[in-house]
């Protein structure tokens, strides 16, 4: 006698053969707030980076200050980074929406992932740019003649590491999102 189940016929197969994909939202907003506090922390240590020494100038002496605003690298660094830092709280804002909007997240998810990549660009060459700099007031060029000027400016230029690092950090977080996104977008895909 023969068996009544049939598994493999279609009628018997469950409608949905693969799991629902895995909402990483949350995940998303935890992650650009991440990018809104680096980017709030690298301003303001890079704004508060000030120190005026007295240095000797031909046998006079002459008090100098060094500021951020000083090096277009450093302006540059601040303006993308005001950038990203408003930013990640709009798009932040936005994660929270789609979170109690569903029908939205592929729309989102894409255009989080173009935004996102914009984003790490402009904070990634303000950091490059800025460490550039930093690394030339460090070592100095005996090439050209640039003399060092953390030996001088020493808690100017802790500012400027601290802010660099915590930029870096701001940069792998940028690189956490994009990766967030395509793998969002990418386990929404039909196979």
Known sequence: M???????????RSSSSSPAPVDYFKFDV???????AASVVAIVVMVTSEQTETILF???P??????????PAFIYFVVAFSVSGLYSLISALASISVIKKPDL??????HFLFWDALVLGIIATATGAAGGVAYIGLKGNDH???QKVCKVYDKYCRHIAGSLAVALFGSVVAVLLIW???YSV???VPK
């Open 105 to 110: 997240k592929l729309k989102f998810l894409l």
């Open 180 to 182: 967030l996104s395509a």
């Open 144 to 146: 050209v003649g640039w």
């Open 58 to 60: 031909n046998g006079f």
């Open 30 to 36: 935890i992650l650009r707030f991440l990018l809104f």
């Open 186 to 188: 990418h386990s929404r």
């Open 2 to 12: 023969a068996s009544t189940d049939k598994p493999a016929d279609p009628e018997y």
């Open 62 to 71: 002459l008090r100098r200050p060094a500021k951020f605003r000083y090096s």
